[in-house]
């Protein structure tokens, strides 16, 4: 079977996934509630704007498929990579605290993750993108190799310029711009499922957190000194 058979059901699992994120999509968070703690708030405030901001990036992705506006389609699919390894990248910084049963530099990184900017330099430093990409290759091999290859057409290159929208009748040495159909189809066939494959991912995660969170809270909570109280410490 070719592979762009499977547009249909790819589309379809986007579409049912997208549905449910939507109708869960959190609406508040009470950090007082959460914990003692501020470490637990900034973890879990960071991962609901994700799943807020992989919604949207996935919703105008799937419908830009439909519509056949493949360029636009695809530098959407990588925004949603990256906002799915983002999310990787958080959960793998907590996991790493409680295997060590140990805090260490965490709060540092839930500051860059959730504050962290380069236009300006009161602020934490941004996480470059690329370490949350290589973070999820480690243990799902040919994640950065399909994002690397979306970024192709992300990026001016051939793959988003003369390859998408140009095609060359050699017969008569003429060049036909506007969408290239079959350069096009396979772009949608690759990018169409590396999108319901990265939704799956983020949803594996983002539950995951959740179940995490419970022993997160306690390590946060054993680590401040009895006399404080409530959000005087990290």
């Not at 799937?62 to 493949?70: A, E, F, H, I, S």
Request: net charge negative; aromatic share 8%; charged share 25%.
């Amino acid at each position: 079977m070719d592979d762009a058979d499977n547009i249909p059901t790819w589309i379809a699992e986007i579409d049912g996934r997208l549905a449910s994120f939507t109708h869960n999509l959190p609406r508040e968070l009470d950090p007082v509630a959460l914990s003692r703690s501020k470490l637990p708030f900034k973890a879990m405030g960071y991962r609901e704007t994700l799943i807020w901001r992989v919604t949207e990036l996935a919703q105008a992705a799937v419908d830009n498929y439909k519509q056949g506006r493949v360029a636009a389609a695809t530098l959407l699919t990588r925004g949603v990579m990256e906002t799915t390894a983002a999310l990787w990248y958080l959960r793998y910084k907590i996991k790493g605290a409680l295997a060590a049963q140990a805090l260490g530099d965490i709060d540092n990184h839930l500051m860059r993750l959730s504050l962290g900017t380069r236009n300006w330099e009161e602020t934490p430093d941004a996480i470059n993108v690329l370490n949350f990409v290589d973070s999820v290759e480690k243990e799902l091999k040919g994640f950065r190799m399909q994002y690397d290859s979306l970024s192709e057409v992300a990026h001016p290159n051939y793959s988003g310029t003369t390859g998408l929208f140009s095609k060359i009748d050699h017969k008569n040495v003429f060049v036909h711009l506007g969408p290239n159909e079959q350069y096009a189809k396979n772009l949608v066939t690759a990018g169409t499922g590396s999108l319901s494959a990265t939704l799956l991912i983020f949803e594996h995660c983002y539950n995951a957190l959740a179940d995490e969170l419970p022993e997160f809270v306690k390590l946060c909570e054993a680590a401040l000194p009895p006399e404080d109280t409530p959000h005087d410490a990290p």
